[in-house]
């Protein structure tokens, strides 16, 4: 079982996605563009440093996102959504649907993440198309 | 923002359904039939008694399900999904989905999970009609 606490589906789901945060960074990528370590710390959540570290290495070794030498500047590191990463995609919209439903959503400043619902299927294959692009070498 | 860390739709979920154990208690009660605290206590993965408390409280408290005294058993309590929690249900077959895609699921023991898939649009139309009869008076 490798530490499975179970071979559950849904347990096994929020296993490997992990947290909280590890949502938070997912969204960041898959919605905002974010690509650098300074990109996702700035988000309003206020993550701080070492959990953003923590929960990227969980990520990677999980294999929903990898990281690659930014060619512009070598030490830094862009990170992007494996194939595993993106297939995550049809979760999140529909964490998004039912916040929309029922919790206090700021349309205004979340609009990327809402509007990934006002055409669902067609924003969802574009945005999918626009993240594998991301996996390929630059 | 009553304590939100932002209002974003995807953070208000993650805030909402909380964490790994409210996942596996929502899943307890959606595919499982389960009602009762010792029910929900005999889960694979071994929740301690003190953590299902606090997370029947706090989904409780979020409006996710409900509790009403067992009619046979005044000691006891049956714990039901409210409209609320059986919204996260599309969420779950996507967390469902995604781990059968990638992660070694045992689809024998959790057969009543993964054949939300089989033909998932029926039966979650199904089971939504059960779990919100079990919203009606006894």
Redesign the interface.
């Given at each position: 079982m490798e530490n499975?606490?179970?071979?559950?589906?849904?347990?096994?789901?929020?296993?490997?996605v992990g947290?909280?945060w590890s949502?938070?960074i997912l969204?960041d990528i898959m919605f905002y563009d974010k690509h650098y370590f300074n990109e996702l710390r700035q988000?309003?959540?206020?993550i701080a440093s070492n959990i953003l570290t923590d929960r990227l290495n969980m990520l990677e070794r999980e294999?929903l996102i990898s990281k690659r030498p930014d060619p512009a500047h070598k030490q830094k590191v862009i990170y992007s959504l494996t194939e595993?990463g993106i297939?995550?995609l049809?979760?999140?919209?529909?964490?998004?649907?039912?916040?929309?439903?029922?919790?206090?959503?700021?349309m205004e400043?979340?609009k990327p993440?809402?509007d990934i619902l006002v055409d669902s299927a067609k924003l969802q294959e574009e945005l999918r198309k626009q993240l594998t692009e991301d996996l390929l070498p630059i």
């Open positions: 499975h606490r179970s071979l559950c589906p849904v347990n096994l789901m929020t296993e490997i947290d909280k949502f938070l969204r988000s309003e959540e206020k294999g595993k297939d995550l049809p979760l999140l919209v529909e964490a998004i649907k039912w916040s929309l439903k029922y919790e206090p959503v700021d400043k979340y993440a809402v």
